[in-house]
């Protein structure tokens, strides 16, 4: 079982940026290709930006084409919830995170294998925490020194 956060609307309001507010808690969908981690390869892990919860990790991260952070599986099945939603004729799959509620993207079987899924995430729903990448600093202060 998960923690459960729970907040008022107003203090979600005054947390969240307006952009994560209309995804997380109103259900909005980014306009594709402008969410900030759609193209971000670095390795690290994605956290929900409502509540810190972490969601999916860069090793499951694939370019879809869609426009949309992609990941092929969750980094922690316990904080996701699926939901059906039926906003559109076809009926998706809605994914919201198990901790604070908060409205993620959606989940798709065209994904590709071994999972065969697609969570197709709003960037605004993440906040990416990069991997601290040991040992590269000091590679590349030995390089200046050599060149100095
Ligand atoms: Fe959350």
Request: charged residues 25%.
């Amino acid at each position: 079982m998960t923690d459960t956060v729970v907040k008022s609307d107003q203090e979600w309001r005054d947390q969240l940026t307006p952009e994560q507010y209309a995804v997380l808690r109103r259900g909005a969908t980014e306009r594709a290709g402008t969410g900030q981690y759609v193209h971000v390869k670095a390795a690290g892990q994605y956290l929900c930006a409502g509540c810190g919860a972490e969601l999916f990790d860069s090793s499951t991260k694939f370019d879809s084409g869609s426009g949309w952070p992609s990941f092929s599986a969750p980094a922690n099945a316990e904080l996701i919830e699926e939901h059906r939603d039926f906003k559109m004729i076809v009926p998706r799959t809605e994914v919201r995170c198990g901790r604070c509620g908060g409205h993620l993207g959606h989940v798709f079987g065209d994904g590709p294998q071994p999972s065969g899924q697609r969570y197709c995430i709003n960037s605004a729903a993440l906040r990416f925490a990069k991997a601290a990448s040991v040992g590269a600093d000091a590679a590349a202060e030995d390089h200046t020194e050599s060149k100095a």
